[in-house]
């Protein structure tokens, strides 16, 4: 009986797939997985997490109210200024599509930066369309924020309360609450060099780039900061979407998960763990994030935005400046740039943007 009902649930919320263009259609993804399965995936207990080596209350974060005693040297001092006239440079002559200037986007000015979040799930695009955000002048990129998670979809408590808590100060370049992030970013480097900004001084200056003295005033010097996270699903980040101080607007990126579950085919550490390997819990997340997606256009309808991987791949000179309109950012000829040399020519590493988009986004319906 609870098998039929998954099922049946299911095929329901397919229905409702089909009439949205916006989301892939997903028919295959019951077709022996749901029918094996009588649970939906849920989200990890807190006795689960602590055996995964996580600790809820503290997972990236710390005491709020900590003293601070670090201090900015001379040297910081002028790398930021570097940084400060780098910005400057870039971003002149940058065509803002409303009346403000690029000086009210700066927080060291007092200024709110414009954000943008791209929220998704592993082998869905994410690293394209990050590298796409990066490309545009005067952006402050966070790539995968909540990787300390591993190969864990955020789907509740207790994980999620310090998920968004991270994510928020991370947004705000609040870098002294966020120790753990820093420690495990120092393993985990490839989370920087995504942020080429940043990461060019972080070449020159090894022991900065793990400082949250150094780290939160050069976040501060950027009128432009975008974000792609794949570990936490749509509805957990609604608050961040609420908050009118931020000036966050969201991308949904979904992908066909027949496509999703090729990409991830040939990744040994992703086939090891359900969250990854399971089409059942891909699955079950697509009708998660369909769930809060129909909500959000409702509630967020100027903030809030869902795009196909498909449609950006096999269309990307139409479907990424729509998303820069959206997001309120000019299509610049640098963006324009990486985006004609990141869509038509392949790279062999599995992690690479360099892709021929039209060939991969149906690539998986050759294989077997």
């Known amino acids: 009986t609870t098998k039929l009902a998954v099922v049946i649930v299911f095929v329901f919320t397919l229905k409702l797939y089909s009439m949205r263009t916006s989301f892939p259609r997903i028919n295959d993804c019951t077709e022996g997985?749901?029918?094996?399965?009588t649970a939906l995936p849920r989200n990890l207990t807190e006795k689960e997490v602590l055996e995964k080596g996580f600790d809820p209350h503290q997972n990236l974060d710390i005491d709020e109210d900590a003293e601070i005693h670090n201090e900015v040297t001379d040297e910081m001092k002028k790398v930021i200024n570097e940084l400060r006239i780098q910005i400057k440079k870039e971003t002149r002559g940058y065509k803002l599509p409303s009346f403000r200037e690029i000086g009210d986007l700066i927080p060291e000015k007092g200024g709110t930066p414009m954000r943008s979040i791209v929220i998704t799930t592993w082998r869905s695009g994410s690293t394209f369309i990050g590298g796409v955000l990066n490309s545009n002048p005067g952006t402050f990129h966070f790539s995968e924020p909540l990787t300390d998670y591993r190969?864990?979809?955020?789907?509740?408590?207790p994980l999620a309360?310090?998920?968004?808590?991270?994510?928020?100060?991370?947004?705000t370049c609040n870098y002294h609450v966020l120790e753990r992030y820093l420690e495990r970013s120092k393993s985990y480097t490839w989370l920087f060099t995504h942020n080429t900004r940043l990461w060019q001084h972080c070449v020159k200056h090894k022991n900065f780039c793990w400082l949250p003295q150094f780290l939160g005033p050069v976040c501060r010097l950027f009128p432009f900061q975008s974000m792609k996270v794949v570990h936490i699903r749509l509805r957990l980040v609604e608050e961040l979407l609420a908050d009118p101080e931020l000036n966050v607007r969201v991308v949904l990126l979904v992908r066909d998960p027949r496509g999703i579950?090729?990409?991830r085919s040939t990744l040994s550490w992703c086939k090891a763990h359900k969250d990854c390997g399971s089409p059942v819990h891909v699955c079950a997340d697509l009708v998660d994030d369909y769930s809060a997606a129909m909500r959000f256009k409702v509630l967020f309808p100027d903030k809030f935005r869902v795009v196909r991987y498909e449609d950006m791949s096999l269309r990307p000179d139409k479907v990424i400046p729509d998303i820069f309109k959206f997001f309120g950012l000019q299509y610049h000829p640098e963006v324009q740039r990486f985006v004609?040399?990141?869509?038509?020519?392949?790279?062999?590493?599995?992690?690479?943007?360099?892709r021929n988009s039209t060939d991969v986004a149906l690539s998986w319906r050759t294989k077997s």
């Not at 997985?33 to 399965?37: A, C, W």
């Not at 190969?151 to 408590?157: K, N, S, W």
């Open 340 to 354: 004609k040399t990141h869509t038509t020519r392949t790279n062999s590493n599995k992690y690479s943007t360099f």
């Open 161 to 171: 309360s310090p998920a968004v808590r991270a994510l928020r100060s991370l947004l």
């Open 33 to 37: 997985t749901l029918t094996t399965t």
């Open 261 to 263: 579950m090729e990409s």
């Open 151 to 157: 190969t864990v979809q955020v789907r509740g408590e």
